[in-house]
């Protein structure tokens, strides 16, 4: 029976497309019968926008006007009741050929469906292959089938057309692109389902079909070329993946609905959430994090489409008429399954590799160890004097003390006993969470890791500064040298001879940060990376949070124009998110504490973790020279005269070679090369020349003010990879391997080893002050800072005083500790930064110092026992007029005595060693620890980032003697 | 230009890589240009405002009680020199407003009455008022005449400190000198003593570590720490409580005892001494007994010593009528050096001391006639400014000797009277028994007197300790 055609053309909107999809239709060699065009474009110029292509072709168009947000399946819809009006009988020989305007048909594609069916009464369905509109020879779509689970599978997937599915015939589903279907079954099938309107809506139809006793065939000689998905085309435009991924969950997860036989529907739709969440752990693990919330979020939608189910359920109730034996065998069996996931992620992998191959990577072998070797070697000729010492102390360092329980109680929450002993609990520092990390490397004995950190710090830095530059860089050499010039930067070197365990441990995450960012954006072990990196910096340096956020906001808005959801969606809350929650407490204590006036107090926001060290700020062009700070000349008595002079201008000059090359890099290297140089260098600057007037509290008596070092870090960070951009694009061989002589070259040579000498003079000053002993930190015998007696008596009582007088000016400063004196975790620089109006307890410790210090007829030990104070320290030699005085006192016993300092011990003062309260985590803190697990599961490398390596490169396409010089 | 590496720019990277430079360019631009403007610094401290300062809280100290020591019983050292004898309280005299009296608790002092071994009940007298009641002074004296001891011992009760510089006694043969260390403090003392001889400083192991209870009193032979010793000058030291000491030294002429004095502490070595109270008996008292075998040390002495340098010393003697008498000294460091201060005169002297280095420097003074004399050391006195009283006790002849070192003329208020001291003179004035006040806006040095024809004591006016200054405590 000769089928008579109509044709259903769903406008989206008008243009080339629509015209050139009707002059195909016109261009048929089978005449089509009628042309429906549902226009859903709301474009009152799209009459006159086809006539042209209207007055080539024979067919004389009937245009309905469908509402704009009408869906396919609701437009389609609309076309058959405009097609075949209501009571109308339709005949059995109409079929309609459902078309979108986005699809061109080959000419003979009609005939071809039309033959197909004509031939075969029972196919009631017929689907073109589709091809790919941009690449008219890359297969579409070409029947679709579904897994044992309901998965949608493809059977051809989107690869070159070679015929090779050119004997498929019957098909459980075809697409709905160029899909001629027989109109009376269609109608008693109840068309499309109205809920699977973006996604599987054909492929429901079909199974429908299919379940009623007809045929669905693909019928390869009929070729359509197609330019969207109909998710794409209905929505107006290019899906995420995201959502992508949202829709065909859901849509699965509604089919297994309406597909379900009765009993299961109640089970299925409880375990759906659980389920879902599963799932999303699953794509977690696989660094699809993206998909762990359209995962649930599409289980969601399918349980709260259950009416839609319900209806959907009661179609294909009506219409079905076979067993669901005829879908299983037209399914994929899960071999076949396994086998076309493995051909895809093949495929995947192909295409990452493919773009991965324009960034070239250094081999890490044999530049890496020979870098960490040397470094060691130089680690031991600056820092050598510590190497065994048991303990380092003196600047920021102090004994980490406490055990494991400690360590992580005090990561929460500081209890300043000092301030009395009944004192509320503080926030930590973010910094302590960090301390505990670091200190549970070593459980047994938290202060060792420290040491060790220390003594191995330049060594690390180079080798973690070596994958931090290689993910830009693209030379092993190059690569090498810059990242030896970090791990030797005077910055670096300053805060681990000040002890400034802050700044050395951000110095020791800047690289990995900045590595991890610049490759966010390919995959989201790298977000992972870059979230625990940025938790470290902004913990260790809480100065870098403002540069920090800007250049990754400004890293997300240039990236972001093309993958705006995983940039703004995923990239900025996981890298943001867990550092933001773990400084949230501390801030919100701080802002309680500002009283409104937060603009006075911003230093103590971003003051250094750890005990405050005071410093001569350095001037902007010592700075900009790489320098933080030039007390360690000062320190070597070598501050004043010709000498200095002529050593200071050596010593910055230094850094402003390396800034003049790095200018350099801005014309010649890779555009992120130059953006990071230039963004990362004037942050850096910027905030280093703030730092040092945010001031943050008192540290004894001295005034703190923020390091400005870890700001120089970034400036020097920012300076190396422009360096590094510069002297990767210079090429030492030709393309033959004979060595390359010219202007470039020697330039290049002479910079290098210009840098080289000149960064060495700052290692050697700085070893040469640590040799003499003028550096801040110094080993030690012991890890405690008061002594022996007190830290022993700390064993038994925890919480007993020492109440520590030293000299200070005109009078004396009056200081409290507890136990064996403070300890890394016990700073706080919420403490430290304190208010300076006088409290109750300044008051008492006020009174308590005089009377010791003076000869007074008042008594000391209530203020003693309230405050629980069982020993003082008078940091005079024994002469002093405080010692003097304290040895008159009956109450007081002495317990030793030496030049530095005089101990007495208070006998009676009762202890009450109550464990301290340390308030259980807070939810902020609990969100924080539940962002970070999801974090370290996103940033476990589980599969390894496939990037080209510089060297295979070049031994895989030699180049003969092509001269490929083109930038001139 | 350096060589790249392969073509990898097409038109629209051209285009990109051009824009990054720019902007880089500007950006860098605009930041160096910011910096050395250094506006980022200014904005902040501008935004933050200044600095809040450490606060410092200036703390009074509740001043304890004045606390005297006075010198207890005066001791003489029994024939073997085995142990120190008291023989009955010396009597106190007390001026103040408010004074409350009590005394050590502990002495090792034996009780020279008894026949056995017993500790000598006889305590030295501790004095106290609190320290808003103002001046407070005593003086003690004891008038001893008994076959091992005679002679008047007069001093006045010290504030206790931990440095003390007795200048006096012998221990040569007949001349018996005992160290009294009291401390009146809740901790015990550990005591060093030290001392200086003709010969320089003497090695004395027995003196380091001396231990002094709390509230007693340690009496030690000097002989047995410096033995033979004509011209000692002892320097007691402590670790912990600061004490009171003194020196008690008798003589003995052939088998009688004749003479006793109570060497209290001077302050610290220093540049300028003045020794009110230099008495001069008439030649024709002194010149009978100088002769006599044994009576040598009946001619007037000035001792000084100049501990740690070399010095020169320039001794004046003030003779108020008679006309200023001065001679050079040289002395070595840590050589005590004698001086006779013969054929000056009668009357009552001044002695201003000035030395290069500082020293510490005291007087011998002999009354008497052939059958008894009594020998009195009198120290440099510590200068007196603002207001301070003075005990006087009863006896016979007592007077305030007041010496003006000074060019030009003090005028100072005795009792409520203004009296001026010419410059460079000494006044002496007689006083009745009991409380006296002294005055002046100078420094001015003065002693107590009793002088009688074979009895002679002295007393120093001491000062009024400034209270104490507030301390700054800044507590974090």
Redesign the interface.
């Known amino acids: 029976m000769r089928a008579s055609v109509d044709v259903i053309l769903v406008v989206r909107q008008g243009g080339e497309h629509l015209s050139n999809t009707l002059r195909a239709i016109g261009n048929q060699s089978r005449p089509v019968g009628r042309l429906i065009v549902a226009d859903t474009s709301a474009d009152s110029t799209l009459r006159a926008q086809i006539k042209p292509a209207l007055e080539e072709i024979r067919v004389e168009p009937e245009i309905i006007d469908v509402a704009y947000n009408t869906s396919w399946s609701e437009a389609v819809e609309e076309a058959m009741a405009h097609l075949f009006p209501e009571g109308q009988e339709i005949p059995e020989s109409a079929w309609v050929w459902l078309l979108r305007d986005d699809i061109t048909p080959h000419p003979s594609a009609l005939e071809k469906l039309a033959l197909s069916v004509e031939v075969a009464t029972l196919v009631k369905v017929a689907g073109p292959k589709q091809h790919v509109a941009s690449q008219p020879t890359m297969i579409r779509e070409m029947g679709e089938s579904i897994t044992r689970f309901g998965e949608r599978m493809p059977l051809a997937e989107r690869e070159m057309d070679q015929a090779q599915y050119d004997r498929l015939s019957d098909v459980l589903a075809v697409g709905e692109a160029g899909m001629l279907v027989h109109a009376p079954t269609f109608d008693s099938l109840e068309g499309f389902d109205p809920a699977l309107s973006l996604m599987d809506g054909s492929l429901d139809f079909c199974i429908r079909a299919r379940l009623s006793g007809h045929r669905v065939v693909v019928v390869p000689r009929a070729i359509v070329d197609v330019e969207n998905g109909l998710a794409d085309w209905s929505l107006r435009k290019k899906l995420s993946s995201t959502r992508g991924h949202y829709l065909a969950r859901k849509a699965w997860l509604y089919r297994r609905l309406v597909y379900a036989p009765v009993w299961a529907l109640g089970p299925l739709v409880l375990v759906a959430i659980p389920w879902s969440l599963l799932t999303a752990l699953f794509h977690l693990v696989r660094k699809h994090p993206d998909r762990t919330v359209s995962e649930v979020a599409a289980a969601l939608g399918s349980v709260l489409e259950i009416s839609a189910v319900i209806r959907a359920r009661g179609v294909l109730s009506r219409s079905r008429t076979n067993s669901c034996a005829v879908v299983r065998a037209l399914r994929l069996e899960p071999e076949d399954v396994s086998k076309r996931r493995g051909i895809r992620a093949q495929g995947n992998r192909a295409i990452r590799e493919e773009k991965a191959s ?1 960034l070239l990577q250094p081999p890490a072998m044999p530049a890496l160890a020979w870098l960490v070797g040397a470094l060691t070697v130089v680690a031991g000729m600056i820092f050598g004097r510590w190497w065994g010492a048991s303990a380092l102390l003196g600047g920021g360092l102090l004994p980490v003390a406490g055990d494991f329980d400690e360590l992580w109680n005090s990561a929460r929450s500081i209890v300043p006993t000092q301030l009395g002993v009944d004192a509320p609990a503080l926030p930590a520092d973010s910094a302590h969470f960090i301390f505990a990390a670091l200190g549970s490397l070593t459980w047994w004995s938290p202060s060792a890791a420290f040491v060790w950190l220390f003594v191995a710090a330049i060594p690390i830095a180079g080798f973690i500064a070596w994958w931090g530059f290689s993910q830009v860089l ?1 030379k092993a050499w190059s690569t090498a040298l810059v990242s030896a010039l970090w791990a030797l930067s005077p910055s670096f070197l300053i805060a681990l001879g000040d002890g400034r365990v802050g700044a050395v441990i951000a110095h020791l995450a800047l690289p990995w940060l900045f590595g991890a960012i610049v490759t966010a954006h390919l995959s989201w072990q790298r977000v992972g990376q870059a979230s625990l990196a940025l938790l470290v910096v902004t913990a260790m340096a809480p100065v870098l949070w403002p540069p920090i956020m800007v250049a990754v906001i400004v890293y997300a808005v240039i990236t972001g124009f093309s993958q705006p959801v995983r940039m703004f969606g995923g990239f900025l809350p996981l890298v943001l998110g867990p550092a933001l929650l773990l400084g949230l407490p501390r801030f919100f204590y701080w802002w309680g504490e500002t009283g409104g006036r937060w ?2 107090n ?2 103590v926001l971003f003051a250094d973790p750890g005990l405050g060290v005071s410093f001569t700020p350095a001037t ?1 062009w010592q700075i ?1 020279g790489g320098w933080p700070s030039m007390d360690l000349l000062g320190s070597l008595g070598w501050d004043t005269g010709t000498f200095s002079s002529a050593l200071g201008l050596v010593l910055v000059a230094a850094g402003v070679l390396l800034v003049l090359i790095a ?1 350099a890099s ?3 290297a890779r ?1 992120i090369v ?2 990071s ?3 990362l ?2 942050l850096g ?3 280093a ?2 730092a ?4 943050s509290g ?1 540290q ?2 001295h ?1 703190v003010f923020v390091w400005q070092g870890s700001a120089v870090s970034l400036m020097t960070l920012g300076v190396l990879v422009g360096v590094g951009g ?1 002297l990767d ?3 030492f061989t030709d393309g033959l391997g004979k060595p ?1 002589r ?4 020697a ?2 040579r002479v910079a290098g080893f210009a840098v080289v000498i000149c960064s060495l003079v700052a290692p050697g000053v700085i070893g040469w002050a640590v040799w003499n002993g003028h550096a801040l930190v110094q080993p030690m015998a012991s890890s405690r800072t008061l002594p022996a007696i007190v830290a022993a008596e700390a064993i038994n009582s925890p919480s007993a005083g020492t109440l520590i007088i030293e000299p ?8 409290l500790e507890r136990g064996a004196g403070q300890t890394l975790l016990s700073t706080s620089s919420l403490v430290t930064g304190r ?4 409290t109750d ?3 008492d ?3 308590l ?3 010791l ?6 008594d000391p030990t209530e203020l003693f026992s309230q405050y629980e104070i069982r020993f003082i320290l008078v940091k005079e030699p ?1 002469s002093g007029e405080a010692s ?1 005085n304290l ?4 109450e007081l016993v002495s317990a030793s005595s030496g030049e530095s300092g005089q101990l007495w011990m208070v006998s009676d003062t009762v202890v009450i060693d109550d464990a301290l309260e340390h308030p259980g985590p807070t939810g902020l803190q609990r969100l924080f620890l539940a962002l970070l697990a999801v974090v370290l599961i996103v940033s476990i490398p589980t599969d390894r980032l496939s990037r080209g390596t510089s060297a295979s490169r070049h031994e895989a396409l030699p180049t003969l003697g092509e001269d ?5 | ?8 720019h097409g038109g629209s ?1 051209l285009a ?2 051009t824009l ?2 720019i ?3 500007l ?2 631009a ?3 240009i ?3 403007l ?1 506006l ?6 501008s ?3 200044p ?7 200036e ?7 004045r606390t005297l020591v006075c010198m207890g019983a005066a001791i003489s050292l029994s024939a073997q020199g085995a142990s120190a004898l008291s023989y009955g309280p010396a009597s106190d005299v007390v001026a103040g407003l408010a004074p409350s009296l009590g005394a050590l608790v502990a002495t090792d002092l034996q009780d020279g009455f008894s026949l056995e071994e017993t500790s000598s009940p006889d305590l030295p007298s501790i004095v106290s008022q609190p320290v808003e009641e103002g001046a407070l002074a005593a003086t003690s004296h004891q008038i001893l005449d008994n076959p091992n001891v005679r002679g008047l011992a007069m001093a006045e009760c010290s504030l206790p400190t ?1 440095e003390s510089w007795l200048v006096g006694g012998q221990t040569t043969i007949g001349r018996q000198t005992a160290l009294s260390l009291s401390n009146p ?3 015990s003392a550990t005591v060093n003593v030290e001392i200086y001889g003709a010969q320089g400083l003497i090695e004395s192991p027995l003196g380091q570590g001396i231990l002094v209870a ?1 509230g007693s009193q340690r009496v030690l032979s000097l002989a047995g720490l410096a033995p033979d010793e004509a011209a000692p000058v002892v320097r007691v030291t402590t ?4 004490i009171v000491a003194s020196l008690h030294y008798s003589i003995v002429r052939g088998l009688d005892a004749d003479g006793l004095a109570v060497i209290t502490a001077q302050t610290q070595p220093s540049e300028l001494r003045v020794i009110p109270g230099l008495y001069s008996p008439p030649e024709q008292v002194l010149g009978p007994l100088r002769g006599k075998d044994g009576y040598s040390d009946v001619v007037p002495l000035l001792r000084v010593l100049a501990p740690n340098s070399p010095a020169t010393v320039t001794i004046r003697v003030l003779r108020p009528s008679l006309g200023d008498v001065t001679t050079l000294l040289e002395l070595e460091a840590g050589e005590v050096g004698d001086l006779s201060l013969d054929e000056l005169g009668s009357g009552d002297f001044g002695v201003v001391i000035e030395s290069t280095q500082p020293v510490v420097a005291a007087v011998r003074v002999t009354v008497g006639n052939d059958l008894r004399t009594d020998t009195s050391w009198v120290g440099s006195s510590p200068a007196i400014t603002g207001d301070s009283l003075f005990a006087v006790p009863d006896l016979s002849d007592m007077k305030v000797s007041i010496v003006n070192p000074h060019s030009t003329s003090v005028s100072v208020t005795l009792d409520g009277r203004e009296t001026s001291i010419p410059g460079g003179s000494v006044i002496a004035r007689p006083l009745s028994p009991g409380s006296h006040s002294l005055s002046s806006l100078e420094p001015v040095y003065a002693v107590v007197i009793s002088r009688s024809d074979a009895l002679l004591g002295h007393a120093h006016v001491l000062p009024t300790p400034a209270p ?1 200054r507030s ?6």
């Not at chain 1, 210090?853 to 008042?858: E, G, K, W």
């Not at chain 1, 490929?964 to 001139?968: A, G, M």
């Not at chain 2, 670790?239 to 600061?242: D, K, Q, S, Y």
């Open positions: 324009s693209s603009w006075q911003g230093g902007w900009a200018l801005l014309s010649v555009p130059g953006v140089f230039a963004l260098g004037s600057l910027l905030t020349t703030a040092s007037a945010m001031f008192y004894g008596s005034a510069t694009r210079t090429r390359a010219g202007v470039g070259q330039i290049t200070a000016g005109e009078g004396y400063l009056v200081t208010s300076t109006t006088l307890r300044d008051e410790l006020s009174r110092g005089a009377m210090v003076r000869p007074s007829a008042a024994p003097l040895s008159l006192r009956p490929t010089s083109d930038d001139d | 230009m350096m060589t790249d590496l392969q073509p990898q990277s990109i890589r990054t430079a902007v880089s360019t950006v860098l605009v930041t160096i910011v910096v050395i250094d980022p610094a200014g904005i902040i401290r935004v933050q405002g600095i809040a300062s450490l606060q410092s809280v703390v009074v100290p509740a001043e304890p009680d931990t403090g809740e901790v709390p670790n912990g409580a600061p104490q301390v700054f405590i800044t507590p974090r």
